[in-house]
Structure formats: structure tokens, C-alpha cells
């Protein structure tokens, strides 16, 4: 099964992307969903009224859904979740996720993330896989997390996950944030191409290839029209070729004001670039 989020876990709608893309590879049919009524404080995450046909009025509420697909020449089949973080009842959640994957049998749960970094939109996106089980990390080639801090759902459910007894894994892009809020293609190809390698099975993503392009090609020319903007980031280019991703606490509080100019500069600019 292979799990992403709309929301904190779900940096420039990379993960959700991601999934969705899986799913419309394989033609997915839903056949499951989950009542958010349960999970969600709608006056935070708001449903949406629509129009079909231009008359008739209808409520959209946070989705929650199960897709499944046959894979050719697979061992497996395919199972895709797509939702929203829930802000209510984590838990039971978690329960009633894990019930749907223990009905399915479901051997291995793949969750999808991405994270706003100090990376630059020129170089390749970093995606890091994690698991809790030594057994899974040196199988799948992942490693153990050391994060600490702060969790959203993605890490709440691979907890609850492990805790089960049913193996979970996470792959996490990092996403440039001086442009968190512009939908990023190129780390949803990342996540996709990662997702392809671990499950074992072909993933075309050519119009995403495509948008990727556009993307980072849009993101430069929206850059190079500030002279600190373009400074800025080219001194994370050299990070990422100098193979330090790790930077000291001193190197990052000296980043943070320039950083917030690049990100009210690429706002304020970021309209004429499509």
C-alpha cells in the first residue's frame, strides 16, 4: 500500500502528487473511503461547494480513499491511499487505517512525505527513506530515522503501523522552501521514481517529466531578476555539490533573514510566472 497526505507532511503538494499519479498510472478504481466527520475541525479544513453542470450545488468533504490496482507480471497488487492530515482522533485513524490494511492483507505500507530544506531547485531532489525495522532498512537499503521533534500524521501512523506488526517504510523529498508553496512536480518525480524502485514495478511519470522542466526553468528565471536572490541560492547549489546538506545551527540562523526576503521577493514576483 503506498500512503500520502494532503497537508503538514505534504511540502509543495509533493506526496499527494506522488500517490495520485500511482494511482492514475495503473487506472486505480477507489473502493473504499473514510467519513472524515470523525477527524476533521471544518471550520480549519473547510469542505467546498461545487457546481455541476453550472446548477446543481454539491459539498465536497476532505477525502479520504482506498484505490486498488492489478500490477502485470507483479507478485503484488497495488493499494493507493490518498487523504488529508486529520486534526482530531489521531488514533482512531490509525486504527481504522490499519484495519483496511489488515483486511487486505497488505504486507507492507509505503508512505509518502516531503519536507521544506535549505536545497536549491537546480539539483537533483533528496529523498531519503526510512523504516524502524532493522529487517526492512537492510532490505529495502533505507535507514533508521533520528529525527526528533514535532510528528504529523505520516510518522503517527508509521508508529502505529510497526506497533501492529505490519512493516512500514517512508520516503521523504526535500523540497526548496524559498518555494514551499509553489506545487513542485520535480520532487513528486523523485518520490515516484524512489516508489518505483522499492515496490519493483514500472511507474511512467512523462508528464511530469515534462512539468519538471518547466518548473525548475520558471523557478530560474524568477530567481535571476534579484541579485541576492540569485546569491542565495547559489551558495546552496555549492552546498549540495559540495556534498554538505548538513549545515551547522550558526550557518542557518545567518541564512534565516535572507531566506524570508527571498521567499517575500518570489510572492511578491511569483504571479507573472505561471
Not at 500511482?22 to 476533521?40: I, K
Not at 520535480?186 to 516508489?195: D, F, G, M, N, P
Not at 555539490?241 to 545567518?254: M, P, Q, T, V
Request: with cysteine; glycine share 6%; aromatic share 6%.
Amino acid at each position: 500500500m503506498v500512503a500520502a497526505f494532503e497537508g503538514w507532511n505534504d511540502a509543495a503538494d509533493a506526496a499527494s502528487t506522488a500517490a495520485s499519479h500511482v494511482a492514475r498510472t495503473y487506472d486505480a478504481t477507489r473502493f473504499a473511503s473514510l467519513d472524515p466527520e470523525d477527524f476533521y475541525d471544518f471550520t480549519e479544513t473547510r469542505p467546498r461547494v461545487t457546481l455541476e453542470d453550472g446548477v446543481t450545488r454539491r459539498i465536497q468533504w476532505p477525502a479520504n480513499d482506498w484505490s486498488a490496482a492489478r500490477l502485470p507480471d507483479a507478485v503484488h497488487d497495488l493499494v493507493v491511499f490518498t487523504g488529508v492530515e486529520p486534526q482530531l482522533k489521531w488514533r482512531s485513524f490509525c486504527e481504522a487505517f490499519i484495519d483496511v490494511a489488515r483486511t487486505l492483507r497488505v504486507e507492507m505500507v509505503l508512505t509518502l512525505g516531503a519536507l521544506l530544506a535549505d536545497v536549491a531547485h537546480t539539483r537533483p531532489v533528496r529523498v531519503t527513506g526510512t523504516a524502524a525495522d532493522p529487517e526492512l532498512v537492510a532490505r529495502l537499503h533505507l535507514q533508521r530515522s533520528r529525527y526528533q521533534g514535532p510528528t504529523g500524521i505520516v510518522g503517527v501512523l508509521g508508529d502505529a503501523l510497526t506497533s501492529d506488526g505490519i512493516p512500514s517504510a517512508s520516503l521523504w523529498a526535500a523540497v526548496p522552501h524559498y518555494v514551499g508553496q509553489t506545487p513542485s512536480p520535480k520532487a513528486a518525480l523523485a518520490l515516484i521514481e524512489r516508489t518505483s524502485a522499492l515496490i519493483g514495478v514500472p511507474i511512467s511519470a512523462v508528464d511530469l517529466e515534462i512539468a519538471s522542466a518547466a518548473y525548475e526553468r520558471q523557478v530560474t528565471e524568477l530567481v535571476e531578476r534579484d541579485p541576492d536572490v540569485a546569491e542565495y541560492v547559489s551558495q546552496l547549489e555549492q552546498d549540495s555539490d559540495d556534498g554538505d546538506d548538513e549545515r551547522d545551527d550558526e550557518a542557518l540562523s545567518s541564512a534565516e533573514s535572507l531566506a524570508e526576503e527571498v521567499e517575500r521577493f518570489l510572492k511578491e514576483h511569483g504571479s507573472s510566472g505561471g
